[in-house]
């Protein structure tokens, strides 16, 4: 079992920035790929950001691309969502998961969840 425990969101404006993190316990390690996603009112799960098991290779939903970076510390068992030149449309609920093995895009994939934090963009 992994569990999975998000900090960071908040209010801000448009333009601003906000750092996200993801603290793993439990059977941890760094065979484990690394997925976000976002969730808003209404609408299905979304793929945000995702990092290999290494931390060697990233991969972006078009929608944040440039604009988040997402990394990964397996010496800490950390994980973080770095959240730049923010915009109303960002406004969701914000989920880490993990799962055994590559990462994936789809939500579906994944094993292992957090929480989620709120992040609210105001224009």
């Known amino acids: 079992q992994v569990q999975l425990v998000e900090s960071g969101g908040g209010l801000v404006q448009a333009g601003g920035s906000l750092r996200l993190s993801c603290a793993a316990s439990?059977?941890?390690?760094?065979?484990?790929?690394m997925g976000w996603f976002r969730q808003a009112p209404g609408k299905e799960r979304e793929f945000v950001a995702a990092?290999?098991?290494?931390?060697?290779?990233?991969n972006y939903a078009d929608s944040v691309k440039g604009r988040f970076t997402i990394s990964r510390d397996n010496a800490k068992n950390m994980g973080s969502l770095q959240m730049n030149s923010l915009k109303p449309e960002d406004t969701a609920v914000y989920y880490c998961?993990?799962?055994?093995?590559?990462?994936?895009?789809?939500?579906?994939?994944?094993?292992?969840w957090g929480q989620g934090t709120q992040v609210t963009v105001s224009s």
């Open positions: 998961a993990v799962r055994l093995g590559s990462y994936y895009r789809s939500p579906a994939q994944y094993d292992y």
């Open positions: 439990g059977r941890t390690g760094s065979n484990f790929g």
């Open positions: 990092i290999s098991r290494s931390g060697s290779t990233t």
